[in-house]
C-alpha cells in the first residue's frame, strides 16, 4: 500500500510541476524557435520531423536536454537546443503538451 501511495505521490508531483510551467512562455519560445519543422501547433510540416502536440512533458523534456547535452544527436535540433534554459525546456513541454490531439482509427 505504501508503495502505491508512493508512486501516486511522484505522479502527482511530477504532473504539478509542469502545469506549474508557463505554457504561454513556451508557446511564444516555439513559435520562434520550432514552428518552422514542427508546425505552429505542434503537428510537422516537414516529413522527416515529428509531431509534437499532446507528447509527454517528461518525454520532450528528456528529449531536449539530451539534444542540448550532446547524448542525442541531429544537425539542427542539437544547434536549437544547446542554448535552452531548463525553465525554457519546460515551458516548451508545457506548450506542446497542453495541446490536444485526438486519434480516429481507420
Known amino acids: 500500500m505504501k508503495k502505491i501511495a508512493f508512486v501516486l505521490l511522484m505522479g502527482l508531483a511530477q504532473w ?63 544547434v536549437i537546443a544547446k542554448p535552452l534554459t531548463d525553465a525554457e525546456i519546460a515551458n516548451l513541454a508545457a506548450w506542446y503538451s497542453s495541446i490536444k490531439v485526438t486519434v480516429e482509427a481507420p
Not at 518552422?36 to 510537422?44: E, S, V
Not at 499532446?54 to 531536449?64: F, H, K, N, T, V
Open 16 to 78: 504539478s510541476a509542469v502545469h506549474a510551467q508557463d505554457a504561454v512562455a513556451g508557446r511564444t519560445k516555439a513559435d520562434s524557435a520550432c514552428a518552422l519543422c514542427h508546425g505552429p501547433t505542434g503537428i510537422a510540416t516537414m516529413p522527416s520531423a515529428p509531431n509534437l502536440a499532446g507528447q509527454a512533458p517528461i518525454y520532450l523534456s528528456e528529449q531536449l536536454k539530451n539534444y542540448r547535452g550532446g547524448k542525442r544527436q541531429h544537425e539542427v535540433m542539437s
